[in-house]
Nanobody, 124 residues
Framework: QVQLVESGGGLVQAGGSLRLSCAAS????????MAWFRQAPGQEREFVAN????????GYADSVKGRFTISRDNAKATVDLQMNGLKPEDTAVYYC?????????????????WGQGTQVSVSS
């Protein structure tokens, strides 16, 4: 497994932007597909965005498509999530996750390494 630490959460007004970052350590970062998930109070943890091991492919949930952008830097072992046009319904704890695969997977069960999460709150 790889160890993951998220940063960059906070409180922002609707329409604002935040950039989340996830730093990985412990294993070869470029061997992992990476993803961001989120969990709102009382809700299931849901997929937000993912990126393949080499950054060549990305995927997004319909709810964030066109507003969020995922990127990675294998030399720095980091994966970022740029969030623009934030809405109150984006409020959640955001988790970084890693899956040892070359595929671009969206299911929560495919990811076996998770960060501790960072809170994102969007006020109306």
């Amino acid at each position: 497994q790889v160890q993951l630490v998220e940063s960059g959460g906070g409180l922002v007004q609707a329409g604002g932007s935040l950039r989340l970052s996830c730093a990985a350590s412990g294993r070869t970062f470029s061997h992992y597909a990476m993803a961001w998930f989120r969990q709102a109070p009382g809700q299931e943890r849901e997929f937000v965005a993912n990126i393949a091991w080499n950054g060549g492919r990305t995927g997004y949930a319909d709810s964030v498509k066109g507003r969020f952008t995922i990127s990675r830097d294998n030399a720095k072992a980091t994966v970022d999530l740029q969030m623009n046009g934030l809405k109150p319904e984006d409020t959640a704890v955001y988790y970084c996750a890693a899956a040892y695969t070359t595929a671009l997977v969206t299911s929560r069960e495919a990811y076996d390494s998770w960060g501790q999460g960072t809170q994102v709150s969007v006020s109306s």
